[in-house]
Every structure is written in structure tokens, then in C-alpha cells.
């Protein structure tokens, strides 16, 4: 609770009034470490704990040996007893992993840039130029981000066929965009409100065009808040599952996460030092970029939730 | 001083090609502005929400353009035992994890904001579950949920000796489906946390002052500051966190794929089955249509939870 370190009403109640007020004060100061102790950090502790765990047993099965991974009667299986590298050699040199990972980025990259152009312009548009009716246009790209994928990747994938798209890569980073641009959007549409429209009407007085305005004044001045909607949307497509799954055939061209998925789990025998080889080297990636960046995140996810 | 100079001078008027002067014409650059977003969007997302809906109404299947069945797959979808069992179980998933997600997210929200050190470090560690690849953690799930070789089997036999034979997890419905919830809410947790922590760094300390000084309990607070003031982010946070929850793929099929005996399919991945390895589009869309009507109703949940903030706020309903 955010009250802790205040003795409650009911403390002070109870406490003797005739004991002296120093002593009273030091055991006040007491009680309220202990409590402390046992109501935040504990239950801290333990979420902790528990959101970390799996990711520290991906990265202890991918450097255990096997004879290790199927032996919890020699072997403690929280320790790795002799590390190895086997796994991830499996990965990278006889799986096509490299590929995937090639094919991922590139398609996260570009969903990424034609996102974040399309709602820039947008959100500047939307925000900025205050057309009649650009509370509705706003309105509507928020709700674009109501419509998840599981409904709509069967009709979209008859007409990536008709387009002759499927089994491109082309397909998914013209497709990401349609959750990308509403959260971007939204997010912008954020931004720019609070950068002062003073600055523009300035720039307008003294003969700016509408254009040299947003390159020369918006856009740098939106710096943060277009990292914070590039790391959330090349994050997010590196994530996405169910369109890649549905639009891509073949193996060399899957993104990581399917692939891992389609590709490694072969049979009834499961590799999982591979397979958490595989994951953690997938997660990688966007766990550095994301921790780079992470206040702008943080403040912009918080901000646009705000919002 | 000298009025009639300031009187004749002229703004040196920059020269703008008929180029520049077009794209300073307020009409056509808001539409170039907005066609991109706009254009994909329409292509993309409009249309093929309207695809999806005419293609549940027709016999469409791989290779064949279908004709209109009327509500066929409908009635078809009625009597599916397979489907009512999606349905049972994408709503007790929802509403399981959705409670879950919230009654934890806010207590975690409620820990980070005390003082406390490291605490960006702290923010950035509980966001990594929602991070990471969501197929890339259930894949770790998965082995922690392995019948053989599951690490929370070896901790309650082996090192607890609480029970004596492992705990199958995913083998058998009900585990299964608990075992997938409990997936859900670890990967739901911090993001509703995030966005709770946030809703909380805007109430304003002076409340919880005047609060005290009229001696309430620090339940009292909760319960009459914390709360009300957290109610519109809450709702936000929730109709999202309902709308992905229901319609969730990735988790699921990563790790059960809707089996144990088709125990574990949500309205999503029953869809997929149906439609993309099965070949029978138009069921498919019959059944991914069949989540419109939960997804309206948590959108207007949203909407009028969002009216409803601007009135507590005193801002004029817009």
C-alpha cells in the first residue's frame, strides 16, 4: 500500500498515551520497517520472482547439456553443471535460424518506417492542420485498434493470394501496418499536443509553408515521442504470430517465432535446449532495443495511456 | 519616426513554385497527409473486416470461390459441440484471467508506487514478460509445463515432497485450461500494472492528506480515493486487455494447440484450425465473426467509460 510508512489511525489509537514520546517514535519507526519489510518487499520479491523465472529457465536449458536437461537426480536443475554451446551451434549452423532472424528484422524494420511515416503525417494532420471532421478521422484510427487480427488474417489472406503476395514476405510488412498505425497515430496525436502551437504560429508569420513547419519545427521537437512509437511497433512485429503463420509456406521465409514453432518442434522428440536456444536468442533483440530506450517508453506508454 | 517608410515596406514575399504553393493549399495536404494511414488502413483492415463478414455467409473453401449460404454456417456452428466448447472456454479464459491480471496488476501497481530504490530498473524487469515474443515465452511455458521433465513437478515432489507423482499439466482438460490461464495472466500482469502505476502517479497527494487528517484507515483511502480516482484508466486498460484476452491466438497454439480432445480451443485458434489448414474458409470466418458481438459490447464499455471520465473532470462531453 502506498500508506505504509504513516502509522494508521488506528495505531496511534491503541498506543498508550503515557508512554514517553521518543520511545513511542522508535518503536514506531520499527513496526513501520518491519511492515514495510513484509507488505512491499516481500510480495516484491516474489513477483519478481515469478515474472523472471522463465526467462532465467530459457536461458538455463539452452546452455545445459542434454545429458544434464533429462537428469534431475544427479543434477540440481537450477544449476548448469558444465555449460555448453551445443545448442545454440545446432541453431545457428545447422537450421536455417539465421535466415528467420534476417527475414524478421527486415520486416520489422520496414512495417516499422511506412508505420511511422504514415502516422506522422496523420497525427499531424489530424492534430495540427484541424480540418472539419478530424476528431472523427481520430476517432476512427482509434477504433481500427479495437479489430483484432483473429478476425480479420482469413479474409486477409484470400487477398494476399488474389495480390500474388502470398508467401512474401511483402505481404507482412503491408499487413503490420493495420495495427501498428492506430496505436502510432494515437500516440502522436499525443505528442503533438503538447508541443505549443505557438511555436507553429510563429513559424506561420514568418512566411513557413505548412511542410518546412513539420520538418523544421514539429518533427525534431517530437523526437522522443516518435522513438517511443518506433521501439513499440518494431517491437510489436517482431511479436506478431498469427499473420505470419497464415501468409508464409515456406521455411526459409518464416519469421523467428513461427518458425521456431513450425520448424524445430519436429516429431515427437522435442529439442528444448534448440528450442530455448532459439527463444532466447528471438528475444534478444527487442529485450536491448526495448532496454535503450526504456523511459522513452515507459513515459509514453503511460502517456498515451493517459491520454 | 518615419511613418510613411514603414507604410510602403512590403514583406519580401518568398517565391514559392506552383509545387510548394499546392502543397501549402490546406485541403490537399491534409489529404496527403492522411492518405497513407488512411489507404492502408481501408485496404487492409475495412475491407476485409467486410470480406470476413460476407465470407461467413458463404461455402468458401481453398482453390473455390463459394456462393451465399445464407446463415448455414451459422446454424452448422449452433449444433458444434466443438464450437460451444470454444465458446465455454474463451469466455471462462477471459474472465479467469481478466480478474486475475487486474487483482494482481493492481498490487504490484500499488507496491512500485511507494518509494522504493532502483526503481526504473525494477519497471523495466516487470515489463519484460510483455516484451518478449509472446510464442517465445509460452515456448518456455511449455517446458515448464513438460509432463516429464516440469521444473514446478521436481520442485512440489522432489524437493517439497508435497505430492509424489508429477503434475500433468497439459495432458488432461482442466489442467490444461488452468495451465494456460495461468500463462495468460503471467504474461498480462505488467502491462496492467504499468498503466495502473501510471493512473496512480495522477492522483494528487493532497487528497490522501486531507484524508488522513480526518483520520480514515489506509483501507478508508483505498476505497474512497485510490479506487474511484483509478476507475476511468481501469476501465481503459480493461476493455483492452478483454478485447486481446478473448480473441488471444498465440498462446494457445503454442502450447496446446486447442488439444488435450479439443479442450483448450479459444474461438481463434478453432477458427485457424477450421479455416486455414482445414481449407474451410467461410466456417472460419463464421466463426471468427461469431466474436464481433463480444468485441462491440467491450468497445462500448470503453466509450462510455471514457464519457464518463470527462464528467468527473468537469470537461464538457464533447
Redesign the interface.
Known amino acids: 500500500?502506498?500508506?505504509?510508512?504513516?502509522p494508521?489511525?488506528?495505531e496511534e489509537a491503541n498506543a498508550p498515551a503515557k508512554n514517553s514520546a521518543a520511545a513511542a517514535a522508535e518503536r514506531m519507526a520499527w513496526d513501520s520497517r518491519t511492515r514495510r519489510m513484509v507488505t512491499?518487499y516481500l510480495?516484491?520479491a516474489c513477483?519478481?520472482l515469478?515474472?523472471?523465472f522463465?526467462?532465467y529457465?530459457?536461458t538455463v536449458?539452452a546452455f545445459k547439456p542434454n545429458a544434464e536437461?533429462?537428469d534431475?537426480k544427479t543434477y540440481n536443475?537450477f544449476l548448469i553443471g558444465s555449460p555448453t554451446l551445443e545448442h545454440l551451434k545446432h541453431l545457428l549452423f545447422e537450421t536455417a535460424y539465421p535466415t528467420w532472424l534476417a527475414t524478421t528484422m527486415t520486416v520489422a524494420v520496414c512495417a516499422t518506417a511506412?508505420s511511422l511515416?504514415?502516422?506522422t503525417?496523420?497525427a499531424?494532420?489530424?492534430q495540427r492542420?484541424r480540418?472539419r471532421g478530424s476528431?472523427y478521422?481520430g476517432l476512427a484510427?482509434y477504433?481500427?485498434y479495437?479489430?483484432?487480427?483473429?478476425?480479420?488474417?482469413?479474409?486477409?489472406?484470400?487477398?494476399v493470394t488474389w495480390f500474388g503476395l502470398f508467401d512474401s514476405p511483402m505481404a507482412l510488412i503491408?499487413?503490420y501496418?493495420?495495427f501498428l498505425?492506430?496505436f502510432c497515430?494515437w500516440l502522436l496525436i499525443g505528442y503533438f499536443k503538447s508541443i505549443p502551437y505557438e511555436l507553429e504560429e510563429c513559424a506561420l508569420i514568418d512566411?513557413a509553408?505548412?511542410?518546412q513547419i513539420l520538418r523544421e519545427i514539429t518533427l525534431p521537437l517530437a523526437v522522443p515521442g516518435l522513438i517511443s512509437a518506433g521501439i513499440f511497433s518494431f517491437?510489436l512485429s517482431?511479436?506478431e504470430?498469427?499473420y505470419a503463420?497464415?501468409f508464409i509456406q515456406s521455411s526459409e521465409k518464416k519469421t523467428?517465432?513461427?518458425a521456431?514453432?513450425t520448424e524445430l518442434v519436429t516429431g515427437d522428440v522435442y529439442q528444448?535446449g534448440a528450442?530455448?536456444a532459439?527463444?532466447l536468442l528471438?528475444?534478444l533483440p527487442?529485450?536491448l532495443f526495448?532496454?535503450l530506450f526504456?523511459?522513452y517508453?515507459?513515459s509514453s506508454?503511460?502517456?498515451a495511456?493517459?491520454e | 519616426m518615419d511613418t510613411a517608410a514603414a507604410q510602403t515596406w512590403v514583406?519580401p514575399?518568398?517565391e514559392?513554385g506552383a509545387i510548394?504553393r499546392l502543397?501549402?493549399w490546406?485541403?490537399f495536404?491534409?489529404t496527403?497527409?492522411?492518405l497513407?494511414?488512411?489507404g492502408?488502413?481501408l485496404v487492409?483492415?475495412?475491407?476485409?473486416?467486410g470480406?470476413?463478414i460476407y465470407?461467413a455467409f458463404t461455402d468458401?473453401t481453398i482453390g473455390r470461390s463459394g456462393i451465399w449460404v445464407g446463415l448455414e454456417n451459422f446454424e452448422f456452428l449452433l449444433e458444434d459441440r466443438l464450437w460451444w466448447n470454444a465458446v465455454f472456454y474463451s469466455v471462462f479464459y477471459t474472465g479467469i484471467a481478466t480478474i486475475a491480471k487486474f487483482g494482481?496488476g493492481l498490487?504490484?501497481a500499488?507496491?512500485?508506487?511507494?518509494?522504493?530504490p532502483f526503481k526504473?530498473i525494477?519497471?523495466?524487469?516487470?515489463?519484460?514478460?510483455w516484451?518478449?515474443?509472446?510464442?517465445?515465452?509460452a515456448?518456455?511455458?511449455w517446458?515448464?509445463y513438460?509432463p516429464q521433465?516440469s521444473?514446478i513437478s521436481?520442485l512440489l515432489t522432489?524437493v517439497l515432497g508435497w505430492r509424489t507423482t508429477n503434475i500433468d499439466f497439459i495432458g488432461t482438460p482442466w489442467p490444461a485450461r488452468w495451465s494456460l490461464i495461468a500463462a495468460n495472466v503471467?504474461r498480462g500482469?505488467?502491462f496492467v500494472a504499468?498503466?495502473l502505476?501510471?493512473?496512480?502517479?495522477?492522483i494528487s497527494p493532497s487528497l490522501?492528506e486531507a484524508a488522513?487528517l480526518d483520520?480514515?484507515?489506509?483501507w478508508q483511502?483505498?476505497c474512497h480515493i485510490?479506487f474511484p480516482m483509478l476507475l476511468p484508466?481501469l476501465a481503459?486498460?480493461m476493455?483492452?486487455s478483454i478485447?486481446?484476452t478473448f480473441?488471444?491466438?498465440?498462446l494457445v497454439?503454442?502450447i496446446t494447440r486447442g488439444g488435450p480432445i479439443n479442450s483448450t480451443h479459444l474461438?481463434?485458434t478453432l477458427?485457424?484450425q477450421r479455416?486455414?489448414p482445414g481449407g474451410q474458409?467461410g466456417e472460419?470466418?463464421a466463426i471468427?465473426?461469431s466474436?464481433?458481438p463480444f468485441?462491440v459490447f467491450?468497445?462500448l464499455f470503453?466509450y462510455f467509460a471514457l464519457a464518463r471520465r470527462k464528467w468527473q473532470q468537469g470537461e464538457a462531453d464533447?
Open positions: 500500500m502506498s500508506d505504509a510508512h504513516f494508521t489511525a488506528d512491499i510480495p516484491l513477483f519478481v515469478i515474472l523472471l522463465p526467462f529457465w530459457m536449458t536437461l533429462y534431475y536443475p511506412l511515416v504514415s502516422s503525417l496523420a499531424y494532420a489530424i492542420l480540418f476528431q478521422v484510427i477504433l481500427a479495437l479489430v483484432p487480427p483473429s478476425i480479420l488474417f482469413i479474409p486477409l489472406a484470400m487477398m503491408l499487413v501496418p493495420t498505425i492506430p497515430t512566411g509553408t505548412r511542410i517491437t517482431w511479436n504470430f498469427i503463420l497464415a523467428v517465432p513461427v521456431i514453432l528444448w528450442l530455448m532459439g527463444s528471438g528475444s527487442v529485450a526495448y532496454s526504456v523511459d517508453y515507459v506508454l503511460t502517456g495511456v493517459k | 514583406r514575399k518568398q514559392l510548394a502543397f501549402d490546406k485541403p495536404l491534409v496527403i497527409c492522411l497513407p494511414a488512411v492502408l488502413l487492409f483492415l475495412t475491407y476485409p473486416l470480406l470476413g465470407l468458401t494482481l498490487w504490484l500499488l507496491l512500485l508506487n511507494n518509494h522504493l526504473s525494477l519497471r523495466a524487469i516487470i515489463l519484460l514478460p516484451i518478449v515474443p509472446t510464442v517465445l515465452s515456448i518456455a511455458f517446458w515448464i513438460d521433465f521444473i521436481y522432489d503471467w500482469i505488467p504499468i498503466s502505476l501510471a493512473g496512480l502517479q495522477t490522501y488522513m483520520g480514515t484507515s489506509g483511502r483505498f485510490t484508466i481503459i486498460v476493455t483492452f478485447i486481446f480473441t488471444d491466438f498465440q497454439y503454442a474461438l481463434a477458427a485457424f479455416g486455414i474458409l472460419g470466418a471468427a465473426v466474436m464481433i468485441l467491450a468497445t470503453s464533447e
